[in-house]
């Protein structure tokens, strides 16, 4: 009996055109399938119908037949389908119910009706696999992401569930968190459970998966072995999935004739395949920013440490000058420092020494109104920042706090909103937007208050890689035309290096490393220490001595596709 | 600082007590609060009750501290000057009024201030040496519907996530240029606060949504569906300690009770 078969199957929300339709897929006993395509084309939905919340918990036109180990869902109830699978989604806080991590691991093997001593059996089972025995009598909200991710795995895999059902899991951790979760997910799959997955990151399940299936236009438009993706990259073109990026460099070097094996996302596994090449020589990158330019946002050796009872050190010495204009990279773990030194940035918090100055003023000593007046902060969550209805009042609601009159307000805001793509919405609830949109939304009302300094904390979570690359591209036009100094903290180096002017690397409150990217990305042992890896491209450059490194795929495959290249067949 | 009313995770004499132990004791030390004429020592008893028993220093809960200081001193502000002499402390003449701050008032309002601070230190020290759970699962084990008592556990768990979340609400309302939240003027606090609960409104819905679909998937219907008892790992039981407790904290409100009915031991 197959884990999983769809068979014709469509779906719509109530009102909606439909979102799915057609959609054929088996998934075998102990196979590792990959579910890739864009932002809102279904991914979500066809796993809540997988897991048979579609019909039974979201309502909506179901139409073909889901089954699940044999079961119609239809025909069966959400308990009883759920009671075969395990289900992780992307926020691991909308998971866990418990107070303490055993009573977690404990609680759905309590709802099945499992004897005590099997229960403490799964437990210790559960904490032994995901490697966490040592989490067991923790609170589960002092833990880190990654942490309570790994609970909520082993909360879902101690009753022994034939099927694992994975929506994205890492997607709102850190590298650490990540890389944690993967390695769970890992010990999953090599124990031969059988796993339907979405993985923004695809490289980093790319050595588990035996199938990738891309949803796109409402349907599974291809259903094909891992080994084989990269023949078919015109698919995840047309549907804007980027493949791992040396994969499809080398698919892309063979698109052009130059003869190459297909190449794995590893760097090193790559730069071994083309070990031997000739690069053609590039000039080096030129800064966008004038160096000589008098600093807009001087960071003068701040440290900061949290009060009694947490009593961290989260900054330690800190020294940094940003020009106006420049967009800046600010990278690290969790815990590195990132937040804090944003807030201090922003004035949220007072350094416990050194001074934050923009334009020459100290930005403690400001008054409310002229610190959101001189540095925007942008926050993670846009949900967080959405204050009035509808979109335009939502606009000019800052540059009425700080005095502006609703004609020279809604003047100021028609253009943002205009260059944001938001204009036509104006009118439209913000909860009615995409997250993308109201991601935009958020960096609208802070750049219509038109701050010299924005700060932008990680702009492009949950987005897929063209709205990333459209967010970005806003956020350097705004650092480029107004002036205005743009900070941004992210995880996602590969943004960094196509859009930052500069990068900041912090490790314990330490900053480590500070420059342009194509210099800070070549001390990977230095960035290795706060879990930051260079983007594949800029790390096979690395590999391979290429000056000045590559940032881009465009850029990695303008200097590989060169006539003088020679590559060994494999 | 841990958000307020936020379970401490500690290992403690208090700690390790029975919920129902707590609730019955912390519901005794507030009838008896009413009893003694000198409820500020029951409020610092407390805060050292909270220390030494529990290992909880005051650093820990000051913003509590500070909230009630307001209201405390609203009380006896409001009494000082309302309850009538002799003897005056202070008196005034403003026109044909007569503003007078009385002896008795001061009393009456200091008595007042400090029995509400130790009802609120009382449900403080319950909520920050109980785990919720331990508290829910004992109340289903009084006879509470199981969902019923875990849904009021997982209530529980969520404050400190909401108070969190208001936080950073609290700072995005800052860097658009609102001071509402920090300002003592109602008239721009409460519209503030009407604004914040906008996001903060709107995420719990959401999130409501995200945890009941994942109760549901976790099994949380599947004993109704299956017909089968709900086996609970870590059971709670109350232990001689927990009986002993119980019945010491009821006999005291009963003696002081009774010593101040029949005896008038007590000044009323």
């Not at chain 1, 609680?107 to 799964?122: D, H, L, S, Y």
């Not at chain 1, 943004?495 to 912090?506: G, P, Q, R």
Request: net charge negative; aromatic share 8%; with cysteine.
């Amino acid at each position: 009996m197959d884990p999983i078969t769809l068979d014709g199957v469509g779906f719509a929300f109530p009102g909606l055109q439909p979102l799915l339709r057609d959609v054929n897929v088996k998934v075998g006993e102990g196979e590792v399938v990959a579910l890739v395509g864009p932002t809102g084309c279904g991914k979500s939905t066809l796993l809540h119908i997988c897991a048979g919340v579609i019909p039974h918990f979201i309502t909506g036109e179901l139409t073909g037949e889901v089954h699940i180990f044999g079961t119609n869902t239809k025909e069966t109830s959400l308990a009883r389908i759920a009671a075969d699978i395990g289900t992780v989604t992307q926020d691991p806080e909308n998971q866990l119910f418990n107070l303490i991590v055993a009573d977690e691991i404990a609680w759905g093997m309590e709802n099945r009706g499992f004897e005590r001593a099997e229960i403490r059996r799964g437990l210790d089972g559960a904490l032994e696999f995901f490697r966490i025995p040592h989490l067991r009598d923790r609170i589960t909200y002092d833990l880190s992401g990654g942490e309570k991710q790994r609970v909520v795995l082993s909360a879902n895999y101690a009753p022994a569930p034939r099927l694992f059902i994975l929506d994205d899991p890492t997607s709102q951790l850190d590298p650490i968190g990540a890389q944690q979760v993967l390695t769970g997910i890992q010990a999953l799959a090599e124990s031969g459970h059988t796993i339907l997955v979405v993985e923004s990151k695809l490289e980093e399940i790319w050595s588990l998966v035996d199938r990738v299936l891309l949803l796109h236009n409402g349907t599974i438009e291809l259903d094909a072995p891992r080994a084989e993706l990269d023949r078919h990259l015109d698919a995840f073109i047309e549907a804007n999935v980027p493949l791992p990026q040396l994969v499809e460099l080398g698919a892309r070097l063979r698109e052009r004739g130059v003869s190459v094996p297909a190449l794995p996302p590893d760097p090193d596994g790559a730069a071994a395949l083309l070990d031997g090449v000739r690069v053609t020589a590039a000039p080096a990158h030129e800064p966008a920013v004038p160096s000589g330019k008098p600093p807009r946002v001087v960071v003068d050796n701040i440290s900061y440490t949290y009060p009694p009872p947490r009593r961290t050190e989260a900054l330690k010495e800190i020294r940094l000058e940003v020009p106006a204009g420049a967009v800046l990279g600010v990278v690290g773990q969790n815990g590195s420092g990132k937040t804090t030194l944003a807030r201090c940035l922003s004035g949220h918090l007072k350094p416990t020494s050194g001074a934050v100055r923009i334009d020459g003023k100290d930005v403690r000593r400001m008054s409310v109104r002229n610190r959101a007046a001189t540095v925007g902060y942008v926050f993670q969550n846009p949900d967080h920042q959405i204050f009035k209805d509808p979109v335009v009042e939502d606009v000019i609601y800052g540059p009425m706090n700080l005095g502006a009159t609703r004609p020279e307000a809604t003047r100021t805001a028609e253009r943002v909103l205009r260059a944001l793509d938001l204009w036509d919405v104006r009118d439209v609830h913000p909860f009615r937007l995409s997250k993308g949109g109201r991601q935009r939304l958020a960096i609208a009302a802070i750049a219509v208050m038109q701050p010299p300094v924005m700060i932008i904390d990680e702009p492009t979570t949950g987005q897929d890689l063209q709205e990333s690359h459209a967010i970005m591209s806003l956020l350097v036009d705004l650092a480029r035309e107004v002036g205005q100094t743009v900070i941004v903290i992210t995880h996602a180096m590969h943004l960094v290096a196509e859009h930052c002017d500069l990068m900041a690397a912090l490790c314990e409150g330490r900053l480590i490393a500070f420059g342009p990217p194509d210099q800070v990305f070549r001390d990977e042992e230095l960035l290795r220490r706060t879990y930051v890896k260079p983007p594949a491209v800029t790390a096979l450059g690395n590999r391979l001595g290429m000056e000045p490194r590559p940032l881009t795929l465009e850029d990695a495959l303008e200097r590989l596709a060169g006539p003088s290249l020679k590559v060994a067949e494999a | 600082m841990r958000p307020l009313y936020q379970f401490s995770g500690q290992d403690s004499f208090l700690h390790r007590l029975d919920p129902r132990t707590k609730l019955i004791f912390v519901l005794c030390y507030l009838l008896i609060s009413f009893l003694v004429p000198q409820p500020w020592v029951l409020f610092f008893l407390l805060i050292a009750a909270i220390w030494f028993l529990a290992g909880i220093p005051p650093t820990e809960y000051y913003p509590f501290l500070l909230l009630m200081l307001p209201i405390m001193t609203a009380i006896t502000l409001v009494h000082l000057f309302l309850i009538e002499g002799p003897p005056y402390l202070w008196t005034a003449a403003v026109g044909p009024v007569h503003i007078s701050a009385s002896a008795p008032g001061l009393q009456v309002g200091l008595d007042l201030g400090f029995r509400l601070g130790t009802m609120g230190l009382a449900f403080t020290l319950f909520a920050m040496t109980t785990e919720p759970f331990q508290w829910g699962m004992s109340m289903y084990r009084w006879g509470l519907p199981y969902k019923v008592a875990f849904m009021f556990a997982f209530a529980i768990r969520l404050y400190p996530l909401i108070q969190e979340e208001f936080l950073v609400i609290q700072r995005a309302l800052q860097a658009r240029g609102s001071n509402a939240l920090s300002s003592f003027n109602p008239f721009v606090f409460f519209p503030g606060v009407v604004t914040s609960a906008v996001p903060l409104g709107l995420g719990a819905i959401r999130r409501s949504q995200d945890i009941a679909m994942a109760m549901e998937l976790r099994g949380l219907n599947l004993p109704d569906e299956l017909g089968k008892p709900r086996v609970l790992f870590r059971d709670v039981r109350l232990r001689p300690i927990d009986i002993a407790l119980m019945c010491a904290s009821v006999a005291v409100l009963v003696a002081l009770f009774s010593a101040r009915q029949f005896t008038g031991w007590f000044p009323r």
